[in-house]
């Protein structure tokens, strides 16, 4: 695995499992599991082609992460401000409330989160902010996962490094708009090394 470049598949990695030499070390790394829902899935609008694999992918990581895990859901805001408004206005069937089925995560996460695991749900692009904090930490390494790259992602990935996280992005637990979204979401949070470090798997 490099920083750098897709390095091809290999075997879940963690404290506890095989990996390469060069894997990070994510012992005290959380993993955070961004928007997992079924807005991103199925003919939505929002849907990322990828989905699927994503959640294979990071399925794949749970047990790596035990007690070391968060989820996070995105929401539309009960009364859009500002620049939201616009944006409703361009995507009216997502102008729905938090606890509609649109917005509910998908299994494996639903069960995870009915096991325990803590969830912050925002009505934001990015995650980073008070409730993933008092998870996590001020400054703790995150493990991002999820979708779609090039937003939620990536929005997540600039604000925590900003605010100190150390910050790792699993490539192939992570699904974009389409696959050039995806790839031009990464490469553009590679410009942020070292602060963020993006591995095409653990």
Do not use: N
Request: aromatic fraction near 8%; charge should be negative; glycine fraction near 8%.
């Amino acid at each position: 695995m490099t920083d750098d470049a897709p390095s091809g598949p290999g075997a879940p990695g963690g404290p506890d499992a095989p990996g390469r030499a060069d894997a990070p070390d994510t012992s005290d790394a959380w993993l955070v599991v961004i928007d997992m829902q079924r807005v991103f899935t199925g003919d939505s609008p929002w849907a990322a082609p990828r989905y699927a694999e994503a959640s294979l992918a990071v399925e794949r990581l749970l047990p790596h992460f035990a007690g070391r895990t968060v989820l996070t859901r995105f929401v539309a805001p009960e009364h859009p401000a500002g620049a939201w408004q616009p944006y409703y206005r361009e995507w009216p069937f997502a102008l729905v409330p938090d606890a509609d089925p649109l917005y509910a995560l998908t299994e494996p996460f639903t069960a995870l989160a009915t096991d325990g695991a803590p969830v912050v749900t925002e009505p934001t692009f990015g995650k980073w902010g008070t409730g993933l904090r008092r998870v996590t930490g001020d400054r703790p390494h995150l493990v991002l996962t999820g979708v779609s790259t090039d937003c939620c992602v990536l929005s997540t990935a600039l604000a925590a490094a900003d605010a100190g996280a150390r910050v790792t992005v699993v490539a192939e637990a992570c699904a974009g708009a389409s696959d050039d979204d995806h790839a031009r979401a990464l490469a553009a949070m590679r410009l942020y090394a070292p602060l963020v470090t993006v591995v095409d798997s653990l």
